[in-house]
């Protein structure tokens, strides 16, 4: 079925394989794939044919989307000023502690900290049949395998590199069903300079530890979108300089693609 529609996706775009991007994985000691799609030349590149196709949880990807749906709902605001008060419950991610989480929060601070308990108020100041209207309408989904709630960012709502980076383009250019003051709130703030946005997630799925990383690239006179996903067995420890690894990935992938 992946092979199906990519060959159905390659009517749509131009699309190129590049298995070499392998070498720049596997020589930082990490399993993963990349997805670009370069506006340019209006040409998509990748290192394994099924990773534009291969849905996994959107994670913390999900508070995008429900940014962009609380400031519409007003449930959320900008003013940095406007804090929501924290509960007094300590929360942990995966069993790692968040202390960043244990404090009142504003929507700033809720995205650079990815504050589940702070986005997860969306859900609970909706009609739950607005809420799930809200998540059946969304372009960011490719599989909802469930109407659980809990828990419904990290197992029910699947999604794929290929339509992320295509949420992340309609976001950018403010294509989205939302107000495009709200858009340019949110895509400020993924944004860590002139030249480079980034937003990343991570979650555990099918026995597996997945890290994904989205990103907008500005050095061209069009963006260039990319999405780069690792895993690892959630027996295998995380190496200490992980971050730094997948960043030299990106990297060296885009010094060898000149861009």
Same mark, same amino acid.
Request: no cysteine; glycine share 2%; hydrophobic share 40%.
């Given at each position: 079925?992946?092979?199906?529609?990519?060959?159905?996706?390659?009517?749509?775009?131009?699309?190129?394989?590049? $298995?070499?991007? %392998?070498? @720049? !994985?596997?020589?930082?000691?990490?399993?993963?794939?990349?997805?670009? *799609?370069? +506006? =340019?030349?209006?040409?998509?590149?990748?290192?394994?044919?099924?990773?534009?196709?291969?849905?996994?949880?959107?994670?913390?990807?999900?508070?995008?989307?429900?940014?962009?749906?609380?400031?519409?709902?007003?449930?959320?605001?900008?003013?940095?000023?406007?804090?929501?008060?924290?509960?007094?419950?300590?929360?942990?991610?995966?069993?790692?502690?968040?202390?960043?989480?244990?404090?009142?929060?504003?929507?700033?601070?809720?995205?650079? $900290?990815?504050? %589940?308990? @702070? !986005?997860?108020?969306?859900?609970?100041?909706?009609?739950?049949?607005? *809420?799930? +209207? =809200?998540?059946?309408?969304?372009?960011?989904?490719?599989?909802?395998?469930?109407?659980?709630?809990?828990?419904?960012?990290?197992?029910?709502?699947?999604?794929?590199?290929?339509?992320?980076?295509?949420?992340?383009?309609?976001?950018?250019?403010?294509?989205?069903?939302?107000?495009?003051?709200?858009?340019?709130?949110?895509?400020?703030?993924?944004?860590?300079?002139?030249?480079?946005?980034?937003?990343?997630?991570?979650?555990?799925?099918?026995?597996?530890?997945?890290?994904?990383?989205?990103?907008?690239?500005?050095?061209?006179?069009?963006?260039? *979108?990319?999405?780069?996903?690792?895993?690892?067995?959630?027996?295998?420890?995380?190496?200490?300089?992980?971050?730094?690894?997948?960043?030299?990935?990106?990297?060296?992938?885009?010094?060898?693609?000149?861009?």
């Amino acid at each position: 079925m992946k092979y199906v529609l990519l060959f159905l996706f390659s009517g749509i775009f131009n699309l190129q394989a590049q $298995n070499y991007l %392998d070498y @720049y !994985f596997k020589s930082n000691n990490i399993d993963g794939a990349i997805v670009i *799609y370069n +506006q =340019n030349k209006d040409e998509w590149l990748f290192n394994t044919e099924v990773e534009p196709f291969s849905n996994t949880p959107a994670a913390a990807h999900f508070q995008l989307w429900q940014a962009l749906v609380g400031l519409e709902e007003k449930v959320f605001i900008t003013d940095v000023n406007e804090k929501q008060l924290w509960d007094g419950v300590k929360r942990s991610f995966f069993e790692e502690r968040k202390p960043e989480w244990n404090r009142d929060t504003n929507l700033i601070d809720a995205f650079k $900290n990815q504050t %589940d308990w @702070y !986005f997860d108020l969306l859900q609970n100041n909706l009609p739950e049949k607005s *809420y799930l +209207q =809200n998540i059946k309408n969304a372009s960011l989904f490719k599989e909802i395998k469930n109407n659980e709630l809990l828990y419904f960012w990290n197992y029910a709502g699947l999604t794929n590199p290929n339509t992320m980076i295509l949420f992340l383009k309609d976001l950018y250019e403010m294509k989205l069903p939302f107000n495009k003051k709200y858009q340019q709130f949110v895509i400020n703030q993924l944004f860590i300079d002139d030249n480079l946005a980034i937003h990343t997630a991570e979650t555990s799925y099918l026995g597996k530890k997945i890290d994904w990383t989205i990103g907008i690239y500005l050095k061209q006179d069009k963006p260039i *979108y990319f999405s780069l996903r690792t895993y690892r067995s959630l027996e295998t420890e995380k190496l200490e300089d992980y971050e730094k690894r997948k960043n030299l990935i990106i990297s060296q992938i885009f010094d060898v693609l000149n861009f």
